[in-house]
């Protein structure tokens, strides 16, 4: 079995809206780069809803190549955007397909089908 294929540890949690973001962004209040960061996420819904937004105060311990805010990680493409390349990376972004769907708005899977995709993931 290749590391794709491992499974998760028995009591792992079950996969989180963030596992299947393709984006991160991480920001930090009262910055400029990051206003205009967020102010052009927030017109693009596609991408909007692909993406978690990280404040960099709120982790436990910053990571050393998080050396600037804002930053985007583009997780599919290994690759990060940086400063103002952030916001105009976003402004030009158009999705692939159609809109990712967000749990929280389409509604989230019952307890039974969660259970039965869950099981089928760690089986």
């Known amino acids: 079995m290749d590391a794709h294929q491992r499974k998760p540890p028995a009591n792992a949690p079950p996969p ?42 709120a982790l436990s311990q910053r990571p050393p190549w998080l050396d600037t805010v804002p930053m985007l990680v583009a997780r599919t ?3 990060a955007y940086k400063a103002d390349a952030v916001a105009a990376f976003i402004a030009a972004y158009k999705p692939r397909g159609p ?25």
């Open 16 to 57: 989180s809206d963030a596992d299947f973001k393709s984006f991160v962004l991480y920001t930090r209040r009262g910055d400029a780069a990051c206003a205009r960061a967020q102010e052009a996420l927030a017109r693009n819904p596609g991408m909007r809803l692909d993406t978690l937004t990280q404040d960099v105060e």
């Open 99 to 123: 809109p990712p769907q967000s749990t929280k708005r389409s509604g989230a899977l019952s307890g039974v089908k969660m259970a039965r995709a869950w099981s089928s993931y760690t089986e």
């Open 77 to 79: 493409e290994k690759k």
